[in-house]
């Protein structure tokens, strides 16, 4: 059975970090892009980052660039989000979802990918 699982979120004061993790099984991440989105109460889904669906580049939305890092380990088939100097605005529930093959920019932003995770939530407090 082809899965993602999403682990780390939790409650964090305004200025921490988490480390969210996207852990996948039934399938490698050699054939699939990978990307994490969120949705805050009240409001649509959002994408946040994604390992290469920027011409072969990480992409990270505006409002996370320069705070959020996205990386993969292979050997351990789970995809990595840190997140730091965390807002209350990024207060959301995190998905990670997969792609197969190459993942364009706009497939991402439009959530066309094929796996998703079943979320984790993250609560930043001010």
């Known amino acids: 059975e082809v899965q993602l699982v999403e682990s780390g979120g939790g409650l964090v004061q305004a200025g921490g970090s988490l480390r969210l993790s996207c852990a996948a099984s039934?399938?490698?991440?050699?054939?699939?892009?990978i990307g994490w989105f969120r949705q805050a109460p009240g409001k649509g889904r959002e994408g946040v980052s994604c390992?290469?669906?920027?011409?072969?580049?990480?992409y990270y939305t505006d409002s996370v660039k320069g705070r959020f890092t996205i990386s993969s380990d292979n050997a351990k088939n789970t995809v990595y989000l840190q997140m730091d100097s965390l807002k209350p605005e990024d207060t959301a529930v995190y998905y990670c979802?997969?792609?197969?093959?190459?993942?364009?920019?706009?497939?991402?932003?439009?959530?066309?990918?094929?796996?998703w995770g079943q979320g984790t939530l993250v609560t930043v407090s001010s």
């Open positions: 039934g399938f490698t991440f050699d054939d699939y892009d």
């Open positions: 979802a997969a792609a197969w093959g190459a993942l364009s920019y706009s497939d991402f932003i439009r959530g066309y990918l094929e796996v």
């Open positions: 390992l290469s669906c920027s011409d072969g580049s990480p």
